[in-house]
């Protein structure tokens, strides 16, 4: 494809990190026909994507009539199904030979609907002709041998959300670049009468949103193959100066009370962004996906927000992920004409890349939208960060899924007064790991 206008968010550093395994050409990607609609005649094309459908849903509204404007021979029949419900109709379509003919993956192993596994299935029909792609660096998270699998169309983002009023009332004037220059940071606050942190742990999954930060800057800037390493057997979660690394630096932020545990484990996720906007809290580690939450005016009214990766070497990384996309059904009978309508949307610059950039939920990677985002001056150093090359992707999408699972768990324990050590979660992330990998 040749990239129309890509924008400024081709992340340079995905590619450094992400190996894909190799793989035996399953998927024709001889280039497909641009003009499959225009001679089909009158068709229906199915798609399936997860999630909740509100009123004007861009996926079960906005784009069947985008579609049909620009195509008045297509039917693109929707269905949108919430997240366990979508993993089991999937399963159960893929197995029967009914699958819809595009369907919603994500990157690498992460969930039940990874690229990388339905790749190796045999499911999934080569993107590699697709125009949008060409010329883009950040693939490989959604390349399976040769063959892009997934056109992903947003970028995600991993940092810390942080309110510039309170971290003046503590006498704090810049964003810290060092883990040590954060902990200052955090006992500053403290000192002031401040919560430094609040998060919303009952909610587990939430604890990636740190976790996957320090392990950007300690484990993958050192060795970007370690995710390969580890399915190879040549490298363990227990390996000294890893994992027990990240896990104690982000143990120490509940030791000091920075983070209070007594009221995270407790707290769900919504929780902790409401207390944030209500300026009970300096700081709350979350994604770009939650920004228009996280930047709404609360109780503590319209404060200045600030948005930096969480520094745990003196040379930050950040942790950064494609995010999931739609891929074409191997046995779909309208191949050509998927692509063609993927095409379409991912251009850059059609009707139906722009509404879906106007719903607000993702970071643009294609067009000259990127910009406009919103919130995009949040987001701006750490897409300067990942054009030089220093992004990666967030860990779990390496791993089979129940891996990130088992580590939550493990160290909410741990937190909670439980017992459990840092040898007990990493001995236990590393024979889940395995575990799963048996399956």
């Not at 030791?255 to 209070?260: L, P, T």
Request: proline share 3%; hydrophobic share 35%.
């Amino acid at each position: 494809m040749k990239f129309k206008k890509m924008a400024a968010v081709a992340l340079a550093g995905v590619t450094a990190c992400a190996t894909a395994p190799a793989a035996v050409p399953v998927f024709a990607a001889d280039g497909y026909d641009h003009e499959a609609i225009e001679n089909a005649g009158d068709i229906t094309i199915t798609m399936m994507t997860s999630g909740t459908a509100y009123e004007n849903d861009f996926e079960t509204e906005q784009l069947p009539k985008l579609i049909k404007e620009k195509w008045p021979n297509v039917t693109l029949e929707v269905t949108k199904l919430p997240d366990d419900n979508y993993y089991t109709s999937l399963k159960t379509k893929l197995a029967s030979g009914e699958c819809p003919d595009i369907i919603l993956t994500q990157p690498m192993y992460a969930g039940q609907n990874s690229c990388y596994s339905l790749a190796e299935a045999g499911y999934l029909t080569s993107l590699n002709d697709l125009d949008c792609v060409q010329g883009r660096k950040d693939l490989s998270s959604v390349t399976y041998g040769d063959d892009i699998v997934t056109a992903s169309c947003n970028v995600a983002i991993l940092g810390t959300y942080y309110n510039k009023e309170l971290f003046a009332q503590a006498g704090i004037d810049s964003e810290p670049q060092t883990w040590d220059e954060f902990l200052e940071d955090c006992q500053k606050l403290q000192d002031a009468g401040i919560q430094p942190i609040v998060m919303g742990d009952k909610d587990q999954y939430v604890l990636q949103f740190g976790l996957y930060q320090l392990a950007a800057d300690e484990i993958y800037s050192k060795n970007p193959d370690y995710d390969t390493q580890l399915r190879d057997g040549d490298a363990e979660f227990t390996d000294e100066g890893t994992w027990d690394t990240v896990l104690e630096m982000y143990k120490t932020l509940y030791d000091k009370k920075y983070i209070d545990a007594s009221q995270s484990l407790g707290y769900g996720a919504s929780q902790a962004i409401t207390d944030f906007i209500d300026g009970k809290a300096a700081m709350t580690f979350d994604g770009s996906f939650n920004a228009a939450a996280l930047t709404a005016e609360g109780a503590a009214g319209d404060f200045e927000r600030g948005y930096f990766p969480l520094p745990g070497t003196d040379d930050t990384y950040t942790a950064t992920c494609l995010g999931a996309g739609y891929s074409v059904y191997s046995k779909s009978e309208y191949v050509d004409e998927c692509k063609e309508i993927i095409d379409y949307w991912m251009d850059g610059s059609s009707d139906v890349w722009n509404a879906y950039l106007a719903t607000g939920r993702v970071i643009a990677t294609y067009g000259d939208g990127a910009d406009s985002t919103p919130n995009y001056d949040l987001f701006k150093p750490f897409i300067d960060m990942m054009n030089d090359g220093k992004g990666f992707y967030w860990c779990n999408q390496a791993w089979p899924a129940g891996t990130e699972t088992e580590m939550e768990s493990l160290f909410s324990e741990m937190v909670g007064g439980q017992g459990t050590e840092i040898d007990d979660i990493t001995e236990g992330m590393q024979d889940k790991f395995e575990d799963l990998l048996d399956e």
